[in-house]
């Protein structure tokens, strides 16, 4: 059980994390630094090198999630609301994920080639938007796993 937690952690902190940081901190200093003509590739770039990671959290995340509830609690219907709470949400950030890294990232990279720039900003603010959401969701997936048990698993 403790190693299934531990991976299920370390992927959480991948993924949430990562996003944090390109979000928070990588995205702000690259605009406020950097004209579009370098921007852009930058950050086709590093989401080139984030999104296997994220790939491999995904798996990580949904292996292990399923192995606990599985083996430890007994399936969904021994599980706490939180639990399924946590499970549905990983869903939704799975879908968002695949929908960046199948439609939007594949334009921002051939715009990126081709150097329309504009083309590659708006691909880009559409992934930022759709990274936040998943921040989001993410923070309160953490929340719940935190919280759920003296709030919601009663």
């Keep these: 059980m403790r190693y299934?937690?531990?991976?299920?952690?370390?992927?959480?902190?991948?993924?949430?994390?990562?996003?944090?940081?390109?979000?928070?901190?990588?995205?702000?200093?690259?605009?406020?630094?950097?004209?579009?003509?370098?921007?852009?590739?930058?950050?086709?770039?590093?989401?080139?090198?984030?999104?296997?990671?994220v790939g491999l959290s995904v798996v990580t995340l949904l292996a292990t999630g399923y192995a606990m509830l599985l083996g430890y609690l007994g399936g969904f219907a021994n599980a706490a609301p939180y639990v399924h709470a946590m499970a549905g949400i990983a869903w939704l950030m799975t879908a968002i994920f695949l929908f960046i890294y199948f439609v939007p990232y594949p334009g921002l990279k051939q715009a990126v080639e081709a150097e329309d720039w504009p083309v590659a900003a708006v691909r880009l603010a559409w992934i930022r938007r759709l990274v936040l959401t998943n921040l989001l969701l993410g923070l309160a997936t953490t929340i719940i796993a935190e919280l759920g048990p003296l709030f919601l698993g009663l």
């Design 4 to 53: 299934l937690l531990t991976l299920h952690l370390l992927a959480t902190l991948i993924w949430v994390g990562g996003m944090f940081f390109a979000h928070m901190a990588l995205r702000p200093a690259a605009n406020a630094t950097l004209a579009p003509p370098q921007r852009l590739p930058l950050m086709a770039a590093v989401f080139g090198r984030f999104f296997p990671w």
